[in-house]
């Protein structure tokens, strides 16, 4: 299996670390669950986080550039044959009608022994990523609500304090006439 990065960040093979960086944060924003109600994003964070390790990574782009090209050689013949192949994938849209991206692609093994443990290594380390993006979010949620609730007690007990002085001021004041 071949997933193309390039077309995940939506950026070209020759980008710098810099546009690398900046469509992950982009795609991040994207995909993001608070962006995409109803939809579980967990396997679209986690391959962008895979995209952004390997893509970083010198040594691992440079052989993921070399199956890139082979990918695409090989792509590219398909379609000089398969002209009808390329306008099922326009015409094929999901549920929702939004038009399905393909990233991932069954029919192109990577030959490069090493650049495949990279790629299990950075799929693993993307999921812990996910999970630890996921526990730090449910531990600011907590501690939302825990600041909230000791606002709203603050300004609770505020108002019954200013209720009451004003009470007294009242009191005074009918008493003073």
Known sequence: MFVDYYSLFEISPYASSDEIKLAFKKQALK????RNPGFDTTEKMQLLNEAKLILLDNEARQRYDYQYQRFYQKK?????NKHQEQEQR???KNREGRKRETFTHMDFDIDDELLKKWTANAKLQAVGLAKQTIE???GMVKAGIKDGAEA??????SQIIL???FLILIGLSKSCN
């Open 31 to 34: 995909w993001h669950p608070d």
């Open 76 to 80: 590219k013949q398909k379609e000089e």
């Open 90 to 92: 326009e015409s094929h």
């Open 136 to 138: 730090e979010l449910k």
């Open 152 to 157: 709203m007690g603050t300004a609770f007990i």
């Open 163 to 165: 209720g009451v002085i």
